[in-house]
C-alpha cells in the first residue's frame, strides 16, 4: 500500500458510499460529492474515512489527499456551516446592492448607469447590511464561489486601481 488518508467522522455526521457517489449527512444539512478516480479507494470504518492507492505515482498520491480535503471540508460543512463577510468599499459614488433572485445587483458601481450582477450559488443565503455583505452556507466552494462572483462584479476597469478602489471585498472567512 503506497499512500492512506484518513478522514475522522464528527459526532452526529453520518457519512455514505453509494457506488462513487460520497452521502454526507450532519445536523445542518446533506452534501453529495462524485469521488472517482482510478487506482483510488474509499471506505468507510470506525467513525473513520480511509483513502487508499496502490500507486506510486505522485499525481494519484496528490488525489487521496485532494479526496481526504474535500470530505474534511464536507464533515465541517454539515456540522458548522460556512460564512464569508464581505465589505463594500467606496469613495466615489455610493453602491448599492439588492438581491434579485439569484443574482445580487450591483448598482452605481463608480456612477455607472447599468447595473451590474453576480450570480449565488445554489443553497447560499446572502444577507445585506448597511456596508457588508454576509454570505452562509453548508458547502464551501459554494460559498467561495459566491464570494468570488462578488468580487469579480465589482472588478475595476479602465481606470487607475490605486485611485478607485471601489468594490465588495472578503474580509473574513469563518
Keep these: 500500500m ?7 467522522i464528527p459526532e452526529g455526521v453520518t457519512v455514505r458510499i453509494e457506488g462513487n457517489l460520497v452521502k454526507v449527512q450532519g445536523p445542518k444539512g446533506m452534501l453529495m460529492r462524485d469521488m472517482y ?3 483510488v479507494s474509499l471506505a468507510i470504518a470506525d467513525k473513520e474515512m480511509t483513502i487508499t492507492t496502490e500507486s506510486r505515482r505522485k499525481k494519484i498520491l496528490a488525489v487521496c489527499g485532494t479526496f481526504a480535503a474535500h470530505l474534511q471540508n464536507m464533515c465541517t460543512g454539515v456540522t458548522k456551516g460556512y460564512q464569508y463577510r464581505m465589505k463594500v468599499v467606496y469613495s466615489h459614488f455610493p453602491i448599492q446592492l439588492k438581491i434579485a433572485g439569484d443574482r445580487i445587483e450591483v448598482g452605481n458601481f463608480l456612477g455607472e448607469k447599468r447595473s ?3 450570480r449565488i450559488e445554489k443553497d447560499v443565503k446572502v444577507a445585506l447590511g448597511a456596508d457588508e455583505v454576509t454570505i452562509t452556507g453548508i458547502d464551501k466552494e459554494s ?3 459566491t464570494a468570488a462572483n462578488i468580487e469579480h462584479a465589482t472588478r475595476i ?3 487607475d486601481p490605486r485611485v478607485f478602489q471601489d468594490g465588495v471585498y472578503t474580509v473574513e472567512r469563518v
Design 143 to 145: 460559498v467561495g464561489k
Design 37 to 39: 478516480y482510478p487506482n
Design 2 to 8: 503506497a499512500a492512506t488518508r484518513k478522514v475522522k
Design 116 to 118: 451590474r450582477f453576480a
Design 157 to 159: 476597469r479602465e481606470r
